[in-house]
């Protein structure tokens, strides 16, 4: 491995695009080992992703996206089996990633004290936030790269995650090397993200339901609240923001306002889902955020979501959307 950057003196890059297919993985994987940054698909939402043990390349995720030091990464491994190498294991993990992975749940155990990762995955912790994805793109280039992979969704830090390579191109082009086209992204919110500790603790609603994962474990899951310290990624209070105000819960519109509409509702300018589907509108949402934050500044009123299942998820996303921004 080596760090050089492909960039120098802050000149852009040329981004490219890649095909999801042979020739596709290999120049991705090529960039990765070379310290590049290469965005990729998987079942959720697109991923920023860079070698996990290189410093230098980590580093220039932050850089790319704007995004704090102190919020920690997700690594993408192929398999369990190397996921063991960087996380101390134990049968809650097992009995979880036998029923979900690959899926979309991140799991935060233990580092291993031999990892190799760099510290900035983890900014610093002593635990790692671990997925196995699901998105074939995803495994192919990850099976062809053979090694770790940081990777937060690729978006400038605290806007709207991309569930498409067009999304990634609008918000980082000459920022990163490549983009792998894989398509649309079927879930459309991030991985539901669990603290395996004393307490399985649910650190961020995503695309497995909350209930899901209370009966594979036979518990009921405590709920990371906002305030308390960072550990997972997805915990900041103003994230996954259009540039127009949103404002949630609405059962009518106000003057100047467009809708964002979930049910059977009048004058949507979007509707998440017609037919109150959670699963079409959990991959329905940032794509219509997306749509509407290119077709103007005025407010968005989103209408009321029901919380349960993906529903956590879509309002966990929808309150960040909305909250003051620093």
Known sequence: MTEERSVTGGRPLDTQTLTADKAGFARAATLLDAGGLVAFPTETVYGLGADARNDLAVARIFEAKGRPRFNPLIVHVPDVELAKRY??????????????????????????????????????????A???????????????FGGPVAAPSANPS?????????????????????????????VGVESTILGL????TLLRPGG??????????????????????????????????????????????????RLLGFGNVQ???????????LTEAAANLFHHLHSLDQSGNAPIA?????????????NDRLRRAAAPRS
């Open 87 to 128: 996380v101390i294991w134990d049968d809650e993990a097992d009995r979880l990633a036998a029923a979900f992975w690959p899926g979309p749940l991140t799991l935060v155990l233990p580092l291993r004290p031999d990892s190799g990762l760099s510290p900035l995955v983890t900014a610093d912790l002593q635990t790692l």
């Open 302 to 314: 989103v209408s009321p979501i029901p919380e349960t299942g993906l529903g956590r998820a879509i």
């Open 208 to 257: 497995l339901p909350q209930e899901a994962l209370e009966a594979a474990l036979g518990t009921t899951l405590t709920r990371y609240q906002d305030g308390d310290p960072l550990t997972a990624p997805g915990q900041m209070t103003s994230h996954y923001a259009p540039g127009a105000k949103v404002r949630l819960n609405a059962r009518e519109i106000d003057k100047g306002e």
């Open 130 to 144: 671990i997925r196995v994805p699901a998105h074939p793109v995803a495994r192919a280039l990850l099976e062809r």
């Open 197 to 200: 500790g004393e307490t399985p």
């Open 267 to 277: 004058n949507a300018t979007l509707n998440l889902s017609p037919a109150c589907d």
């Open 158 to 186: 605290g806007r709207i995650s991309p569930t498409k390579a067009a999304h990634v191109l609008a918000g980082l082009t000459g920022r990163i090397e490549a983009v792998v086209d894989g398509g649309d992204c079927d």
